[in-house]
């Protein structure tokens, strides 16, 4: 795929994959971002774009190096505009144009807290274009966040999602992760880049 590899001028190839992180307010994207800086397993950095509204974070894993988009909140107002899916797609979208060696995504990280009143599921189909043809729903991990997580009532709630919310969107190939555990974000991340280890 276009989206993993890249050439260096010195002839090196380079294996590089890009995975987006969206979510509502509230889903605790923010805490899975700081695991993920401060991860004792793999070096990572972290740069701020202001002018995509989009903080982009390298990490290697696994001897591939993952960019991380971690977009704006969905529900959240920016420039008193309100941030829907379609303008973080859009976001992402003109990152990926700007760097035009990225082609795809990876994936997308979708993070719900169990403990919401009112879960978001937005419809993804606008990242069609930039997910591999034919495979936007396995491109999708549920991210299942809360800080009951350890509770058996967050387990029930989980399962409540996965036969409710989420039952349509899974039967088309999106994956669950419980989020359980901090030092388990990199294990997310690498069921998109690393599918065949993770499985």
């Known amino acids: 795929m276009s989206c993993c590899t890249w050439h260096r001028l010195d002839g ?4 590089e994959k890009v ?13 899975f971002v700081h695991q993920v800086t401060h991860n004792p397993l793999g070096w990572a950095s972290a ?10 974070i390298t990490v ?36 990926c144009m700007r760097y035009r060696r990225i082609r795809f995504l990876a994936g997308i990280l979708y993070f719900q807290n169990m403990d919401a009143r009112q879960p978001v599921l937005p419809d993804f189909r ?39 919310w989420w039952r349509d969107i899974t039967h088309r190939g999106a994956r669950m992760f419980p989020y359980r555990n901090p030092d388990l974000a990199l294990e997310a991340i690498a069921l998109l880049t690393h599918p065949s280890i993770t499985r």
């Open 47 to 56: 740069l701020s774009d202001p002018t995509l509204l989009i903080t982009v």
């Open 126 to 164: 606008c990242f069609s274009g930039l997910c591999v043809p034919n495979y936007l729903y396995s491109s999708i991990v549920l991210v299942a966040t809360g800080w009951n997580r350890i509770t058996g009532a967050w387990l029930a709630k989980l399962a409540e999602y996965e036969h409710g």
């Open 19 to 31: 995975v987006a992180l969206v979510g509502p307010i509230g889903s605790e994207k923010a805490l």
């Open 12 to 15: 090196e190839v380079i294996d």
């Open 60 to 95: 290697d894993l696994r001897g591939v190096r993952v960019i991380i988009l971690d977009t704006p909140e969905i529900g959240s107002f920016v420039g008193g505009n309100e941030i829907t899916i379609d303008y973080v797609y859009h976001l992402v979208r003109s990152w």
